[in-house]
Structure formats: C-alpha cells, structure tokens
C-alpha cells in the first residue's frame, strides 16, 4: 500500500514570497491533516479535512495560509506572503475516517521550508 | 501552561539499556494516548497506543497510562542503535491530537 506522498521535499524562498505544498492521501483515507512542526517542536494541526470539508482549521492563521482539497483526495497548502517564522517542516497526514480518538494516521515524509 | 509536556532530552544510552521516555499532561478529557516515532527527515509513524489507563505491551515496547496522575510513559527493553530516534508522546479526546514536543533518544553500539 502506498503511503502518504508530498511534494516537494525542500523549499527554500525569501520573505513576502508565496509558496504551495502537494500532499497525495493514502487511497481512500476520508480525512487529511495539515501539520506545522517547528524544529523542536512536536506537530501542531493546521487544518483538517473530511473528504472535501473543513472539519477544523481554528489554528490556521488565515491571513496568510490557505488550503484546499479538491474532489476529496489531493490537497495544497498555500502560504502567502510567507514570513520568517514560518520556517518548518509541513507534514499531511491521512486517516481512513473522521478521527475521533481511535484512528490511525499516517503521515507523509513532509516539506521542509526555509524562509530567508 | 503547555497541554502536553515532554522532556526534549537528548537522552543517549548504550545498546540494551532499558529507556523509560515521559510525559505530563493537563486536560483531563484525554482519553485516548499514542507514542510516534519519528526518524530524522521522516514523518512520524505510530508506535503504540492506549486507551485510558493501563499498560500495553508490544515486543520490546510498554506503553504505560495512569490517568490519576495526568503521566504516560513508554518503556523501550534492550535498546538497538535502530531506535535512535524522536520519541513524541501524542493525546487526544477533543477530536484534535496533541503532540509533545519530542523526546530525542540515542542508542550507541
């Protein structure tokens, strides 16, 4: 079974830039996460999908983060403009149905970005 | 005062020593308590998982809960250079998962 794909795997971009991450689901998985993990950090949940459905995105900082899932599979996440401390590693994750505490989800190999 | 905490180490031990690896946390709601490991520029993968209070054991891993005094650990027996690796602690029972913030283990040949 294949596993979560992202894409790309680096990013490196000045301040103020814009910059988009690809995540691919495990095949059928119903719910995908967009993670943040600062370096030192355990992740934080940006945004969570149901199929094509915002289930939570109340850590979004939406002014400058956007995401979408399209046809309930792959999904982006935008960042514009980016800002210095959004330097991290962006994962996704995917599980076979809304989690409520009992599924598992498996996460992508992420997207490391520096903002210079 | 953070939800989850986790002593970031480094933790360094010599091959087939017992690691004990833990964390507090506050929101009494946590039910459910996993244990990721994750490998250096990789993403983290599920190691084991409790629900509620008690222990749990796979192979050479023990997951213990006790929900009284809001404290999770996780035993690693005979440890391997291949366990090298973040240790992050994981809860939930609000539908969000929480994350400590990862315990950094070495395990020298």
């Known amino acids: 079974e294949a596993g979560v794909a992202q894409s790309p795997r680096y990013k490196i971009i000045e301040k103020r830039q814009s910059v988009a991450f690809w995540c691919n689901p495990i095949?059928?998985?119903?719910?995908l996460y967009w993670y943040q993990q600062i370096l030192g950090q355990g992740p934080k949940l940006l945004i969570q999908f149901q199929n094509n459905g915002v289930v939570d995105d109340s850590q979004l900082p939406k002014d400058r983060f956007s995401a979408e899932r399209l046809k309930g599979v792959d999904s982006t996440l935008k960042i514009q403009p980016a800002k210095l401390e959004d330097s991290a590693v962006y994962l996704c994750?995917?599980?076979?149905?809304?989690?409520?505490?009992?599924?598992?989800?498996?996460f992508g190999p992420g997207t490391r970005l520096l903002v210079l | 005062q953070k939800e989850v905490e986790q002593d970031p180490g480094p933790l360094s031990v010599p091959e087939g020593a017992i690691v004990s690896l833990n964390c507090t946390y506050s929101n009494s709601a946590f039910q459910y308590f996993m244990w990721y490991r994750q490998y250096s520029r990789k993403g983290p993968e599920l190691l084991m998982y409790t629900y509620s209070s008690g222990n749990k054991e796979d192979g050479r891993f023990t997951a213990q809960v006790d929900k009284s005094s809001k404290y999770i650990s996780l035993f690693i027996r005979d440890s391997q250079p291949s366990d090298s690796a973040t240790y992050l602690c994981?809860?939930?029972?609000?539908?969000?998962?929480?994350f400590g913030q990862g315990t950094t283990l070495q395990v020298k040949p």
């Open positions: 994750a995917s599980s076979l149905h809304t989690w409520g505490g009992e599924e598992t989800q498996y």
């Open positions: 994981a809860m939930s029972g609000t539908g969000k998962l929480i």
């Open positions: 095949s059928g998985h119903a719910t």
